[in-house]
């Protein structure tokens, strides 16, 4: 069984500066993805960021950033220069073979003027 | 491009009817399409997955009589609530994997919130 745990029910970050989210995961299969999504009021999810398992690069898309320690099952999103439409829910997903998606439980973030 | 939609976005029902919720993808071929169910500030728990063609996968503890798929197409998949009543009120949301595209990139829907009163 795959799991994802998000161990921060709630984060707040003031704009312009650097939060980072933390997510930790299971899994038993040697080839999986991970994934960042933001879920906005509006509840559309909205892919922010995604690492294959295989690369040892982190992944980066303009001003979010992974930290992927696969040793450590760990998958942390790092957000930069904070701006308010960052605001959101954000959930950590793994996906495997089967191509199905597990979540985390999802950390809300603020962003304070 | 990767736009999936749904319908309706919201419905309210009377307890003991059914409800259709359609999930389509429009500019791209899903042979895969998965069902999520959403309670108010909780996470996406997978219901069941939708494969184009043959019957749908359901999720340990998910009744497959009560939460009826169809796939009947590679644009089209609906999940049906069938015998409605106020605990099966949440949000719903579908994805659909690109056939032709990344085998691991899932498209979301904008969700459908069902009230059953």
């Known amino acids: 069984a795959q799991t994802v745990t998000q161990s921060q029910p709630e984060m707040s970050v003031q704009e312009a500066e650097t939060v980072t989210l933390s997510c930790t995961y299971d899994?038993?299969?040697?080839?999986?993805?991970l994934f960042w999504y933001k879920q906005p009021p509006s509840r559309q999810m909205i892919l922010v960021i995604r690492?294959?398992?295989?690369?040892?690069q982190n992944a980066t898309e303009n001003r979010f950033s992974v930290n992927f320690q696969k040793a450590a099952k760990s998958f942390s999103l790092k957000i930069s220069d904070s701006q308010l439409g960052d605001a959101a829910m954000y959930f950590c997903?793994?996906?495997?073979?089967?191509?199905?998606?597990?979540f985390g439980k999802g950390t809300l973030l603020t962003v304070n003027p | 491009g990767a736009v999936v939609s749904q319908h309706p976005s919201r419905v309210i029902c009377k307890s003991g009817t059914s409800v259709k919720i359609e999930c389509r993808s429009l500019?791209?071929?899903?042979?895969?399409m998965f069902w999520y169910r959403q309670f108010p500030k909780k996470s996406l728990m997978l219901m069941a997955t939708?494969?184009?063609?043959?019957?749908?996968?359901?999720e340990q503890g998910v009744e497959k009589d009560k939460f009826l798929i169809n796939h009947a197409s590679l644009t089209l998949s609906t999940l049906t609530v069938t015998s409605a009543h106020p605990e099966d009120s949440s949000f719903y949301i579908c994805?659909?994997?690109?056939?032709?595209?990344?085998?691991?990139?899932?498209?979301f829907g904008p969700g459908t919130r069902l009230t059953v009163l």
């Open positions: 994805s659909a994997r690109d056939a032709g595209g990344d085998r691991n990139e899932q498209f």
């Open positions: 899994t038993s299969e040697s080839d999986y993805y």
């Open positions: 690492q294959e398992a295989y690369k040892q």
């Open positions: 997903a793994l996906g495997g073979s089967n191509y199905k998606l597990t």
């Open positions: 500019d791209f071929q899903a042979t895969t």
């Open positions: 939708s494969n184009e063609g043959s019957k749908a996968t359901y």
